[in-house]
């Protein structure tokens, strides 16, 4: 919907902002999975706000409290994910406007390999909504996201994806 559409709200029904973020994290320097989430998520009927590489956490707040997005996607290739994924999620949690806001982390997470469903688990239980693995499809994503279009509440869960 035009922003003129928004502004003019005389008997105009409005929907609220479609606003996905997609960012990498402090120590990630790859772009390419960022390009392919835009256009993942883009497919999806979201306006994508892409914050790129090696973000630093403060910009990452700064954009989620102005922004206020549908949701949060974070990628990670360098297998740093997991560290860098409980620091961040723990700041982003820590403002009240941000505690509801829906955020999933996804790619390669570990250095190891796959992450031990303990790993997952803290992740979970930290703050992130969902956990995709980098081994599977996109599917699990796509499955999150339409829930988000259909309004539906979000409960943390382990899926497999992106």
Request: contains cysteine; charged residues 20%; hydrophobic residues 45%.
């Amino acid at each position: 919907m035009s922003e003129e559409m928004n502004a003019y709200r005389g008997g105009v029904v409005t929907e609220p902002p479609r606003t996905v973020i997609v960012s990498s994290m402090a120590s990630d320097s790859h772009t390419w999975n960022l390009v392919y989430l835009e256009l993942l998520v883009g497919e999806l009927g979201f306006d994508v706000v892409n914050l790129g590489a090696c973000v630093p956490d403060e910009l990452l707040e700064s954009e989620c409290l102005s922004r206020l997005p549908t949701l949060l996607v974070l990628s990670s290739v360098n297998g740093h994910g997991y560290q860098d994924g409980l620091r961040v999620i723990q700041r982003l949690r820590s403002f009240p406007e941000l505690r509801a806001l829906p955020v999933v982390i996804g790619g390669k997470l570990g250095v190891g390999g796959p992450l031990t469903e303990e790993e997952t688990a803290r992740l979970l239980l930290a703050g992130f909504d969902a956990v995709f693995d980098d081994q599977q499809n996109n599917a699990s994503f796509r499955r999150f996201a339409a829930t988000l279009t259909a309004g539906a509440a979000q409960l943390p869960v382990r899926v497999e994806g992106v």
